[in-house]
């Protein structure tokens, strides 16, 4: 905890090779209750047959994984990954804030920007910018 370090959870693999040998036993509950650096992979996808959305929905039906801990899962993917702080900040949502920034800075009062549900997964942006139409 608090070291860099995070755990790669691959949930069919781990079955599969039979590092973990049934649900009950898997630990991505323990390990998001100790507040672990959890990321979710699919290990090798042509071996394993299997898709991050496949791995997802199996954690959510035999571990109850929760959108917040999707969230938790997304943060710790990205501070995990080989990419400079930059790539991070984009994908971890500053890159949505700077292109608000952006369009409020060019089209100033004609700009109305609301941004829902802002979190580091992704948010709901409703942009409606007032043009002058051209009279002829």
Known sequence: RGN???LELCPTSNLQTKAVLQWSDYPFRLFMTEGLGVTVNTDNRTVS???MREEYELLRRHCGMTPEDEAMIYQNSIAAAFA??????ELLGTGIYNCIERLNL???DRA???CYNALPHGAVVEI???LNQCEN
Request: charged share 20%; glycine share 4%; no cysteine.
């Open 128 to 130: 409606t910018i007032h």
């Open 4 to 6: 860099g370090i995070f």
């Open 106 to 108: 060019i089209y100033q």
């Open 49 to 51: 047959q299997t898709t």
């Open 84 to 89: 400079d702080d930059h790539v991070k900040n």
């Open 112 to 114: 109305q920007i609301r």
